[in-house]
């Protein structure tokens, strides 16, 4: 597995929004993926990102930084077949 599909898959994840304290969402220009630990099936990554705070007229209200670790687990073939936030 390489690093560009863990990005991508948490590009891609609503899983991400669990680590959202204040009801916005993850600002993807600002999501960083680092590889802590790799193993064949598996791997355990830090994810950063900036959470995006709107007003009520839509306008962005600010920006809350964000952290989390997930092992991912992936198939034969190299596909996300799961993720999990670790503690």
Known sequence: ??????ERYFAATPMLAALCSQNGWP???SL???????GSEDAVCSV?????LV??????????PCWGRFRVRW???G???????EA
Request: glycine fraction near 8%; charged fraction near 30%; aromatic fraction near 4%.
């Open 1 to 6: 597995m390489d690093k560009s599909a863990i």
């Open 27 to 29: 600002d993807n220009d």
């Open 32 to 38: 960083a993926v680092e590889v802590l630990e790799y």
């Open 48 to 52: 950063s990102f900036e959470e995006i």
């Open 55 to 64: 007003e009520g007229a839509g306008c962005v209200a600010g920006r809350v």
């Open 75 to 77: 198939d034969a073939t």
């Open 79 to 85: 596909r996300i077949v799961h993720a999990a936030r």
